[in-house]
């Protein structure tokens, strides 16, 4: 079974660019959820997206938006890139016995 | 606000050492307790933890939730240097039903030494 799938593994765009991101769940995960891991912060809650909905949202600005398609995989958009944009974006899909990461996509913001 | 703090912040160890990493956690509409290895991008699942006082094992890693002090540990014992990383503990709240987002620490950056 394929794990959660992420791309593109590496991308550098420049300050006020607008960036997509993409993932795909596990095969028959219906929830998405996205993470920012930047320089010496842990790991903070984007977004929770489950049957094509947004369940939930953390403390980022309304610049970080998203999408879960009908086939459960799912986009992040951030507009207006910031130089602090730049992290590690990584989506996970959950199951019973916990949550399982994809590899991410490194953005750099320059 | 719902927090999670792990100790140490890094540790530093020799091969064959046991380490004890620590969480403790203040979230509300606590669902379980999560603990990840993160070597270069994915974190990779360890345990998950949902009962006070059952440990979990796998190999020579075990993990142990208090529900009433709020913490959870971390254990490796004759450590090697492939556990060289950072452990991650992350607390999921209960959002919807049975589904919650996660809350994580900083992490404990462990390095073992040869």
């Known amino acids: 079974e394929a794990g959660v799938t992420q791309s593109p593994t590496h991308l550098i765009k420049t300050r006020g660019q607008q960036v997509t991101l993409r993932c795909s769940p596990i095969?028959?995960?219906?929830?998405v959820y996205w993470y920012q891991q930047a320089l010496g912060l842990g790991l903070q809650f984007l977004l929770w997206?489950?049957?094509?909905?947004?369940?939930n949202r953390g403390n980022f600005p309304p610049r970080f938006s998203g999408r879960q398609f009908p086939n459960y995989s799912s986009e992040l958009n951030v507009n207006a890139l910031e130089l602090e944009d730049s992290a590690l974006y990584l989506c996970?899909?959950?199951?019973?016995?916990?949550?399982?990461f994809g590899s991410g996509t490194r953005l750099t913001v320059v | 606000e719902d927090k999670v703090v792990q100790s140490p912040l890094s540790l530093v160890v020799h091969e064959g050492d046991t380490v004890t990493l620590n969480c403790s956690y203040e979230?509300?509409?606590?669902?379980?307790l999560l603990w990840y290895k993160q070597e270069k991008k994915a974190p990779t699942f360890l345990f998950m933890l949902?009962?006070?006082?059952i440990e979990k094992k796998s190999g020579r890693l075990s993990s142990i939730l208090d529900k009433k002090e709020l913490f959870s540990i971390l254990n490796i014992t004759a450590t090697q240097t492939g556990d060289s990383a950072v452990y991650l503990c992350?607390?999921?709240?209960?959002?919807?039903?049975?589904?919650?987002?996660?809350?994580f620490g900083k992490g404990t950056k462990l390095s073992v030494k040869p």
């Open positions: 996970a899909s959950s199951w019973v016995w916990g949550y399982t």
């Open positions: 095969s028959g995960h219906t929830s």
């Open positions: 997206y489950d049957e094509g909905e947004e369940r």
């Open positions: 979230v509300t509409n606590f669902r379980s």
């Open positions: 949902t009962s006070s006082g």
């Open positions: 992350a607390v999921e709240a209960r959002m919807r039903g049975s589904q919650g987002n996660l809350i």
